[in-house]
């Protein structure tokens, strides 16, 4: 079975960024005479193996989902805000509890952040792609959550409510930056037809896009697609979804060699393999390994 490594695949500069900030406070942390803890609010970035490494950096993670609620978990010493950003309630309530703050938010989630501000300065009632319960939009919402209205992709019914209660005002739409670029694109077309004045801006960033249409375009030249990544990983999981709808080929997602299952490759004579953006290089390389010696 051939195996075609499918570029570009793994780590974005966000997650790089942020791993190497998370790691460099640690190091900061255990090289004082009298250590305080280091804890990361939340995954860095949507990936078990990452977690477990900066574990070894002296990086505790505090598993909350509410952001607000984690902090909570947190008395004293470095708190690191995770690459896909937090609002500024948070912000503001770990100061008032004295902690050390470390911003790791990726650039792309920053970029949104004030996007967001801007428009909701103008006036403009902000329609939010993005997915429910997911840390990135629960940051950016955050910056005005007056004005702001999350909505997840393709949903139409959720529009025609919004439709019903907006019929007027000036609307923006901006989105989620790890998304299928091809679902946001409907979505915004979606907008547009019942708000033709809407001002429109697509917040996909560079490497979601570049790993879609490279997972889109290898699927035509293998018979199945191995993702590697964690179910965390929306990006990860949009790179599976894709390649199914998109490229028409059976796509899985894995965390690791050991999620792999025989009967996934019956019959397969090439087999692609992709990787999320907060999937480290290691893991991809023992997949494919595996894949190799099958």
């Not at 900030?21 to 609010?41: D, F, H, N, S, Y």
């Not at 103008?122 to 909505?151: C, D, F, M, N, T």
């Not at 739409?173 to 037809?193: A, G, H, K, P």
Request: proline share 5%.
């Amino acid at each position: 079975m051939d195996v075609l490594k499918i570029t570009p695949r793994g780590y974005c500069h966000g997650v790089v960024d942020a791993i190497k900030i998370a790691r460099q406070v640690g190091a900061e942390a255990a090289a004082e005479a009298v250590p305080e803890p280091v804890q990361m609010l939340g995954y860095l970035v949507h990936n078990e193996h990452v977690t477990d490494e900066l574990k070894d950096h002296g990086v505790r993670l505090v598993d909350a989902d509410d952001r607000m609620r984690g902090l909570q978990m947190i008395d004293s010493g470095t708190v690191i805000f995770t690459a896909h950003g937090v609002s500024p309630a948070v912000k503001d309530r770990a100061a008032t509890l004295g902690l050390r703050c470390v911003d790791a938010t990726c650039s792309d989630v920053v970029r949104t952040h004030d996007l967001v501000k801007q428009l909701a300065g103008r006036g403009l009632h902000i329609i939010y792609i993005g997915q429910k319960g997911h840390p990135e939009p629960e940051g950016v919402i955050g910056e005005a959550p007056e004005w702001v209205h999350l909505v997840e992709p393709l949903d139409t019914a959720e529009l025609d409510r919004l439709k019903a209660e907006l019929p007027e005002v000036p609307i923006a739409v901006t989105c989620q930056t790890t998304l299928s670029q091809w679902d946001t694109i409907t979505t915004i077309e979606e907008i547009q037809r019942r708000w033709p004045a809407v001002e429109v801006y697509n917040e996909i960033c560079k490497a979601t896009q570049e790993r879609q249409e490279a997972a889109v375009k290898a699927a035509s030249e293998v018979d199945v697609v191995i993702v590697v990544g964690s179910s965390r990983s929306s990006n990860s999981k949009r790179l599976v979804q894709v390649v199914r709808e998109l490229g028409g080929k059976p796509a899985h997602l894995v965390d690791s060699p050991a999620d792999l299952r025989d009967e996934w490759f019956e019959g397969v004579a090439r087999v692609g393999v992709t990787s999320g953006a907060s999937t480290p290089t290691w893991m991809t390389r023992k997949v494919i390994e595996h894949l190799e010696a099958m």
